[in-house]
């Protein structure tokens, strides 16, 4: 396994649609070791291949308290939606920034499992959320994008800043 290196937002490379993965093999499931170890090492909850600059439709998630819990979703889709919740969101891309986004509350998403199984999983809260906020990046979208451009200006502004300092 290796932890591989996140890119961070404003990076075009996170603007790339991921395509669907055909098999799940050794090579996709050798992806989803290294993913799950840099979204651990990090630490955050969820990670988009598009993140490691890697686009194809794969992602992971653990929102347990214990990170023992990983989720992988590969191709997922979103069958089901209703209702509207605002969450505060933060992304391993955009170190350091949390804001408020609205989404659907409630979800069913449709994906194959690492097994290559089709799967259902019916969800809401933070686990819905961060399902949504993954599938995002697989179309090319980063969660900053939902906000006003004056406030995209100024995470730019500020992410800037930050690398300067840390030079
Ligand atoms: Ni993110």
């Given at each position: 396994m290796a932890i591989l290196p996140i890119i961070h937002f404003p990076?075009?490379?996170?603007?790339t649609k991921a395509t669907p993965v055909a098999i799940v093999d050794d090579q996709i499931r050798k992806l989803i070791a290294d993913m799950a170890e840099t979204m651990y090492a990090a630490p955050g909850i969820g990670l988009a291949a598009t993140q490691i600059d890697?686009?194809?439709q794969v992602i992971v998630i653990d929102t347990s308290e214990n990170h023992n819990n990983l989720l992988v979703l590969i191709n997922?889709?979103?069958?089901k939606a209703n209702g509207r919740a605002v969450h505060d969101e933060g992304c391993l891309s955009v170190p350091g920034i949390y804001e408020a986004v609205t989404r659907a509350a409630h979800i069913s998403v449709k994906f194959l499992n690492i097994d290559g199984k089709e799967t259902v999983l019916e969800t809401d809260g933070l686990l819905a959320v961060c399902i949504q906020h993954e599938m995002d990046h697989l179309q090319g979208?980063?969660?900053?994008?939902?906000?006003s451009q004056l406030k995209q200006a100024r995470i730019k502004q500020k992410l800037k800043k930050r690398i300067r300092e840390t030079m």
């Open positions: 990076d075009e490379r996170l603007h890697v686009h194809q997922p889709i979103i069958i979208k980063v969660f900053v994008e939902y906000l």
